[in-house]
Nanobody, 125 residues
Framework: QVQLQESGGGSVQSGGSLKLSCAAS?????MAWFRQAPGKEREAVAA???????SYADSVKGRFTISRDNAKNTLYLQMDSLKPEDTAMYYC??????????????????????WGQGTQVTVSS
């Protein structure tokens, strides 16, 4: 069983920064951040495997950085140059090795068997 707890969300002005954290327990071979704005589909933001390989959505490349501390089993998302369109609930997701890790695709929601409760990010103009 994997448990995930996000933190670090909040309200910032356009151009500001936030750092999200996701404290995990259990096997977290592949991890990712997704986000969902009101009335929109949940979309992938960034993903990382246990070896440090990463992938980013085009909309956040150059502004967001995903990282993980395997010793602490914690996932991070550093978000810089935030824009109003980044406003959403941000979710941490994990795919254990027994479910194939990242083999289902970094940005495929079905890859991830475990999800956190989410943390809200609001960016004002």
């Amino acid at each position: 069983q994997v448990q995930l707890q996000e933190s670090g969300g909040g309200s910032v002005q356009s151009g500001g920064s936030l750092k999200l954290s996701c404290a995990a327990s259990g096997d977290t071979r592949c991890m990712a951040w997704f986000r969902q704005a009101p009335g929109k589909e949940r979309e992938a933001v960034a993903a990382i495997d246990s070896d440090g390989g990463t992938s980013y959505a085009d909309s956040v490349k150059g502004r967001f950085t995903i990282s993980r501390d395997n010793a602490k089993n914690t996932l991070y998302l550093q978000m810089d140059s935030l824009k109003p369109e980044d406003t959403a609930m941000y979710y941490c997701a994990a795919a254990p090795l027994r479910f194939g890790g990242c083999s289902g695709g970094y940005f495929t929601k079905g890859t991830y068997a475990y999800w956190g409760q989410g943390t809200q990010v609001t960016v004002s103009s």
